[in-house]
């Protein structure tokens, strides 16, 4: 099978990375999106689910890719508006029930955004999230946050909760909280918007290598002038912009955030 042309073009040296974050429920061509992730040095995809049926997909996505997709089960914000109580705790007893089978928590967190709120408000949003971050302590799992116009209040909520792994993913918030992330040991996640989203660009700049993951968020549309649709393989789009942001190899940005990746998520 070829490589999509922006694969090869991009990828001549072949490094072993790990997308943290991708929807694979909702990517087209999945079984192609993988096979190209692999040719281009993806070693592990961390599948993250949204609400029932997105997590009961990630389950049935990971086990016909084993050892490479591995599952992240989740209670996204956005989802909150379109359930009752009873499918929120629903969702939270399937996650509990599959916890040995997943090896993260994700994605959960708070989206502060209008639209959001309108379905879902401020207090109803940190209900679900306490409740999924004191499964992730009560079960030792590491949490992958959507923290959208709400860092403060998000990371607040994790570090109180007790969790010791978050990532706080594409993160764009003030300096001031990304401090007290790095501080308390928690990461950020870089995605493609690393090549031209200022606040995007400002985090992971100021972020650590030893703080910092790479994504995709796939399948996300990135791009200002030419638009894509991300896939797996995209993650060497992020390990790209990081290097021309940061002015370090290429090399060590990849062993160093696959590191980074391998003992978060505790990988074998």
Not at 58 to 67: G, Q, S, T, W
Not at 96 to 125: F, H, M, P, S, T
Not at 133 to 152: D, E, F, I, N, Q
Request: overall charge neutral; charged content about 30%; proline content about 3%.
């Amino acid at each position: 099978m070829c490589l999509p042309r922006h694969v090869w073009r991009m990828n001549m040296t072949l490094y072993k990375l790990i997308d943290t974050h991708a929807h694979l429920d909702e990517v087209e061509g999945l079984d192609r999106a993988i096979e190209e992730a692999k040719q281009a040095g993806v070693v592990a995809i961390i599948a993250v689910g949204q609400d029932y049926d997105s997590n009961l997909k990630i389950l049935d996505i990971a086990e016909k890719h084993k050892h490479f997709v591995y599952p992240a089960l989740g209670l996204h914000p956005w989802n909150l508006g379109n359930m009752d109580v009873s499918k929120v705790e629903l969702t939270l007893k399937l996650i509990e029930d599959n916890i040995d089978k997943a090896v993260g928590i994700g994605e959960i967190g708070l989206d502060y955004d209008k639209r959001v709120i309108a379905a879902a408000d401020k207090e109803r949003q940190k209900e679900a999230f306490k409740a999924v971050l004191g499964l992730a302590k009560r079960c030792g799992k590491p949490v992958s946050v959507h923290a959208r116009y709400s860092w403060k209040d998000s990371f607040d909520l994790v570090k109180e909760s007790g969790v010791k792994r978050a990532v706080f993913h594409w993160y764009t918030g003030f300096s001031s909280v990304l401090r007290e992330i790095i501080a308390t040991g928690y990461f950020i996640s870089a995605t493609p918007a690393t090549e031209y989203h200022d606040e995007h660009r400002r985090a992971v700049r100021e972020t650590p290598l030893e703080n910092l993951l790479l994504e995709t968020d796939c399948p996300v549309t990135y791009g200002r002038e030419t638009k894509y649709q991300s896939r797996p393989s995209d993650v060497i789009r992020t390990l790209k912009a990081v290097e021309q942001l940061r002015g370090v190899a290429e090399e060590t940005i990849a062993n160093k955030t696959t590191e980074n990746a391998l003992r978060f998520f505790r990988l074998t």
